[in-house]
């Protein structure tokens, strides 16, 4: 059972900076990308940022500049530092792991719950 368990989200300021965690858990053999999705009411899930095994990363373009997405692989774990936050950044922010189980399985994409981001005065 692999379980990514997020952490980090809140409310802040425009111009703040938040940073989140998503921690992959469970029987875990392998971890390829991973990344971070984002979904505001009434839109659809997008793609914020990714980050391969090696390390080489993806961003969306409104956030490129403002956003770091980083990995620990002894921990298996991704972050996603925000900073120079915008109220069109409010959403709901999931982590994604691309797992290898045990040897013997296939890839398979997991998911965290949700984290609330909420940018606003």
């Known amino acids: 059972q692999v379980q990514l368990v997020e952490s980090g989200g809140g409310l802040v300021q425009p111009g703040g900076s938040l940073r989140l965690s998503c921690a992959a858990s469970g029987s875990i053999f392998s971890i390829n990308a991973m990344g971070w999705y984002r979904q505001a009411p009434g839109n659809q899930r997008e793609l914020v940022a990714a980050i391969t095994s090696g390390g080489s990363t993806n961003y969306a373009g409104s956030v490129k500049g403002r956003f770091t997405i980083s990995r620990n692989n002894a921990k298996n774990t991704v972050y996603l530092q925000m900073n120079s936050l915008k109220p069109e950044d409010t959403a709901v922010y999931y982590c994604?792991?691309?797992?290898?189980?045990?040897?013997?399985?296939?890839?398979?994409?997991?998911w965290g719950q949700g984290t609330q981001v909420t940018v606003s005065s």
């Open positions: 994604t792991a691309n797992i290898r189980a045990r040897v013997a399985n296939p890839l398979y994409d997991y």
